[in-house]
């Protein structure tokens, strides 16, 4: 039977502990755009075993994990010294968050001591995919004349598949409307004390996050 594309939810939120499944619902409801979720990522072993007849000897299924990508407008809180919707997303990019009140909310990569990963759930027309103990890589790209995106890629535990009712409460209303790039919003930029006209930009975390299916233990 045929799913409509167009009534997807994606839900995320931090968990508390690896292997430990975050509590959903539509309060954690990311806006997003550009979904593409793919719920298994198989891995594969031939059987080849001799046999008195063609024909393929068929293959086992030796590890399967999930994968989804999506786009999130780059945009603030709206309120000084608010985490943004988003800020789940980054930390579980190897991201740290610092809040200071009523002033700012700045992030910054990290190298060590990594522990953060989120459960996501994509919702497709009915269907719940989730993966759990998940992390990702972020890229950014800042365009003149167009809406800024985070463009996250996620790596997680695979969980299969459940017919449910879609999410109820679904709320967006933390999301900001983006301010486009240009002169009247972004009339100065600073990079490494380098200045001047800048048409684009763009910067990649490059995180490569690994599935590791081995005896007593996956991650």
């Not at 009534?7 to 975050?22: E, I």
């Not at 027309?125 to 985070?150: P, Q, W």
């Amino acid at each position: 039977m045929s799913k409509l594309m167009t009534s997807m939810v994606v839900l995320a939120a931090l968990q508390p502990f690896a292997g430990t499944a975050a509590v959903l619902n539509g309060a954690q409801a990311m806006m997003c755009r550009g979904v593409q979720p793919r719920p298994v990522v198989a891995t594969t072993e031939d059987r080849n075993n001799l046999k008195a007849h063609f024909g393929h000897s068929g293959s086992v299924v030796t590890s399967a994990y999930s994968e989804v990508e999506f786009e999130v407008e780059f945009a603030t809180s709206g309120a000084k010294g608010v985490a943004p919707k988003w800020s789940n997303l980054l930390r579980a990019c190897a991201m740290s968050e610092t809040i200071t009140l009523a002033t700012s909310v700045v992030y910054a990569p990290i190298t060590s001591n990594v522990t953060e990963q989120v459960t996501l759930e994509v919702w497709i027309d009915g269907i719940r995919h989730r993966m759990i103990d998940a992390k990702g890589t972020v890229s950014f790209e800042i365009k003149s004349k167009a809406v800024s995106l985070l463009k996250f890629k996620f790596t997680g535990l695979y969980v299969k598949a459940e017919d449910a009712p879609m999410p109820t409460g679904v709320d967006y209303s933390a999301f900001t409307d983006p301010l486009p790039v240009n002169f009247d919003n972004t009339p100065i930029w600073l990079l490494h004390g380098k200045s001047g006209a800048l048409e684009s930009i763009s910067f990649d975390l490059a995180n490569k996050v690994v599935y590791r299916n081995l005896i007593g233990s996956q991650s």
